[in-house]
Structures are given as structure tokens and as C-alpha cells.
């Protein structure tokens, strides 16, 4: 584990990005916005969005003064015990991350794809997939994501595309849903739903510089956000809100019901294979992010030997709720409480940055 990397690019970090930011759109969130915002659940995907973007950006423009990493920017200005304070609290937002996906994909997985396995070996199994990617380091990882990012968009985009058949477009209305200020009010709240974006300010010193940082923000968050709209308008149009509030799977739902000819049918379990391999990678980013930061607030020279361990720690948790519908609730809990590390943070190191601004030089790289 190298805290002085610099190798990573534009591609690396707009994949980890997106693959940290997208997984929910195959989970039980995208109805439980409809739940929410009925029919103007794709604009509280985008005002979550554009609050977790805008926030990251200022988190990174602070960096690109500062130097450094995230714990280095919060040391410098609050001091060791903010940067230990701030350290623990993304610990505990990515750990809290990975077991739920880890528990909701484990689960889904049994309801689509090996109904008759049992649920703790696909649990241990993820986490031993995604132990193994983190392993290598966040360089592989990233050059992975991108290998499979234009796979996952392009199946994504098939899909929408297969469904127009099935398309009611007054589904959409009436387009205010249940009020446009309680869309943006969601919105904001669930922003902890696109945490994962603050992983370019964790891993700042593995980018070449600041602007790589800033355009793999703009462009994986941002592709992340459009393709997440498109689906939940594409999931609208197809099942309609009332429906739509039923689905326990919504992605799989929907690709459920594309049909090519009688020669080739059941097209989703062709890509349970790359659901599978996006799971494993969000679980993986999330799990390295727990892994570094511990990592690097005990100084430790590399933290390979508490892949297994944290690896081992996140598998027994995810086991722990007794079924899906509490893990589900718990997830709910966790976007609110997660949306701190997109508020608060940025927030307070601007106003110490503020406050110092006349004795920071700037600095063209992190």
C-alpha cells in the first residue's frame, strides 16, 4: 500500500467513481424513491447528484491549496486530532457502506441467480472476491472498473433501449409528484447515497494532479448521476409509480421483461455475471477505503495485513440482520446519516481554509 502513488489518470478515477456511486440503481433504492417522490424521483436522483458534486468539489479545491490528501488538508488546517476525528468518521461511513451492499447483493444474488445455495458462503464469497481485488492495490482496481465501465453502460443502455415497447410515457405525470420541494428536500438528504465520490479527496496523493481529481469528479459522478436518471424515468415509464413501489429488485425487473424472439430469452442471466463483477467492485472500493484510511492514521507501512481481518469483520456484520427487509431499513438510515461526509466535512474544512486562506500557497498537484 503506497501513500505516494501519482500514477493513477482521468479513466482510473472516473471508473472507481462511478462503480462507488452506481450500484444502488440495482437495489431496492430506486423504488424506494418512487416511495418518496413518486413521479419526480429522477429529480431527487440529480439534486443527491449535484449536492454530493458540488461539495466533493469544494472538498478537492481546498486539497489542490493545501497539498496532500484529505487527512493531510484536515491536519494541516484543525490539527492531528480533526484529521484522526475525520478519518474515523469515513471509516465508519465506508464500513457501514460495504456491509449493507455486501448483505443486499448477497441477497439478490440468492433471489435471482442461486435460490437453492446457502447465504452465508455467497456472503463470505463476495467479500473474499472483493479482499482479493483490494489486495493488489487501488491502481488495479481502478484499471479493472474501467475495463468493465463500458460493458456496464452499454448493457444498461440496451436495456432502456429494448424497453420501449413497454413505455407509457403518462406515467411520467403528473410531473410534480408528491411536490417539488419535498423532491429537493430528499434530495439533499439522501446526498449520502453519492458519498462514495469523496474517495478522489481520500486518495488524492494516488492521482497525477488536481485537475485529473476534478475532471474524474465531473465526469464518473456525473455519467453516474445521467445514467441513474435515465433508469429511474425508464423504470417510471415501464411499471408506473404504484407498481413500481412493489419491486424488490427493479433492475432485474425490468430486464425480466425484455423479450428478443423465441430463440433467445431470459436475457437478464446474461448479466448477472456483470451485476456480479460491479458488486464486487463497489464492494471492493469501499472495503480498500476502510482498509487505507485505518492505514494511514496508524502509520502503518502498508495495510495488506488488514485486508482479511476487516474482510473477515465485514462479512460477519452483513450476516447479522435477520432478513433483507431490516438490512433495507438499516440502508435508509445510513444515506442520512452518511450525507455528514458530504456536508459537514467539506463544509468545516472550507471554513478553516477561509480563515487561513492568507497563509496558504496554492499547489498545482495533490
Not at 474524474?216 to 404504484?242: C, D, E, N, P, R
Amino acid at each position: 500500500m503506497n501513500y505516494q502513488g501519482g500514477n493513477m489518470g482521468i479513466a482510473a478515477g472516473i471508473a472507481l467513481v462511478f462503480a462507488v456511486t452506481i450500484p444502488r440503481v440495482f437495489l431496492t433504492s430506486l423504488a424506494s424513491r418512487l416511495v418518496d417522490d413518486a413521479q419526480l424521483a429522477w429529480f431527487s436522483v440529480a439534486v443527491s447528484a449535484g449536492a454530493a458534486m458540488i461539495m466533493t468539489k469544494v472538498l478537492l479545491y481546498i486539497l489542490s491549496r493545501t497539498g496532500g490528501d484529505v487527512i493531510d488538508g484536515v491536519r494541516w488546517l484543525l490539527g492531528s486530532t480533526a484529521a484522526w476525528l475525520v478519518a474515523l468518521i469515513y471509516i465508519t461511513i465506508f464500513l457501514a457502506n460495504t456491509v449493507l451492499l455486501l448483505r443486499e447483493f448477497a441477497e439478490n444474488t440468492l433471489l435471482t441467480a442461486l435460490p437453492l445455495s446457502e447465504f452465508s458462503l455467497v456472503t463470505i464469497w463476495y467479500a473474499v472476491w472483493a479482499a482479493v481485488f483490494i489486495y493488489f492495490g487501488i491502481e488495479v482496481v481502478g484499471r479493472v472498473a474501467y475495463m468493465v465501465l463500458p460493458f456496464l453502460v452499454a448493457s444498461m443502455l440496451l436495456i432502456v433501449i429494448l424497453l420501449i415497447p413497454f413505455y407509457n410515457v403518462y406515467q411520467l405525470v403528473p410531473w410534480q409528484g408528491n411536490g417539488l420541494e419535498i423532491a429537493v428536500y430528499h434530495g439533499l438528504t439522501m446526498a449520502g447515497t453519492n458519498v462514495g465520490a469523496v474517495i478522489l479527496a481520500i486518495y488524492a496523493r494516488e492521482f497525477q494532479n488536481a485537475k485529473t481529481t476534478a475532471q474524474a469528479l465531473f465526469w464518473g459522478l456525473g455519467g453516474s448521476m445521467l445514467i441513474k436518471v435515465v433508469y429511474t424515468q425508464s423504470y417510471l415509464m415501464t411499471f408506473g409509480v404504484y407498481v413500481g413501489q412493489e419491486k424488490i429488485l427493479p433492475f432485474f425487473e425490468m430486464t425480466r421483461l425484455v423479450y428478443l424472439n423465441r430463440f433467445l430469452q431470459r436475457i437478464e442471466a446474461l448479466l448477472i455475471a456483470l451485476w456480479a463483477m460491479v458488486s464486487i467492485l463497489a464492494i471492493a472500493i469501499s472495503l480498500y477505503t476502510v482498509v487505507y484510511l485505518i492505514a494511514r492514521i496508524l502509520e502503518l507501512p502498508s495495510g495488506r495485513p488488514l485486508v482479511p481481518l476487516v474482510a473477515a469483520i465485514t462479512a460477519n456484520v452483513a450476516m447479522m440482520p435477520p432478513d433483507i427487509i431490516t438490512a433495507i431499513g438499516y440502508e435508509k438510515i445510513y444515506l442520512y446519516i452518511s450525507s455528514a461526509g458530504v456536508y459537514a466535512i467539506p463544509a468545516l474544512l472550507f471554513l478553516a481554509f477561509f480563515l487561513k486562506r492568507k497563509g496558504v500557497k496554492r499547489c498545482t498537484s495533490v
